[in-house]
Nanobody, 123 residues
């Protein structure tokens, strides 16, 4: 059974940083593009950032460019989301996603999804 488990969420003040982790089991992520999405209360889920299977390509949402980065440790079967200079509008549940193709991850058409982790940024 494939599972993606996010962790690292929490409450942080505006301007602070958090690092989220997404640990995979039942699947080897080394051949998958991986991404992060978020959903704020009352809003649709939106794309945040994604990285190709080999780390060679990264896609960003304009709203997080220069502040968020994604990395992967295939040996640990884990992908990370580093979030810096956090803003109150970054408050959301963050979800990890996996698909063979980067474009499919970005489009929200992922094979696998995590259960989400809450990030709250106070002003």
């Amino acid at each position: 059974q494939v599972q993606l488990v996010e962790s690292g969420g929490g409450l942080v003040q505006a301007g602070g940083s958090l690092r989220l982790s997404c640990a995979a089991s039942g699947v080897t992520i080394s051949s998958y593009a991986m991404g992060w999405f978020r959903q704020a209360p009352g809003k649709e889920r939106e794309f945040v950032i994604a990285v190709s299977w080999n780390g060679g390509s990264t896609n960003y949402a304009d709203s997080v460019k220069g502040r968020f980065s994604i990395s992967r440790d295939n040996a640990k079967n884990t992908v990370y989301l580093q979030m810096n200079s956090l803003k109150p509008e970054d408050t959301a549940v963050y979800y990890c996603a996996a698909n063979r193709l980067l474009g499919m991850v970005r489009a929200g058409s992922s094979n696998y999804w995590g259960q989400g982790t809450q990030v709250t940024v106070s002003s």
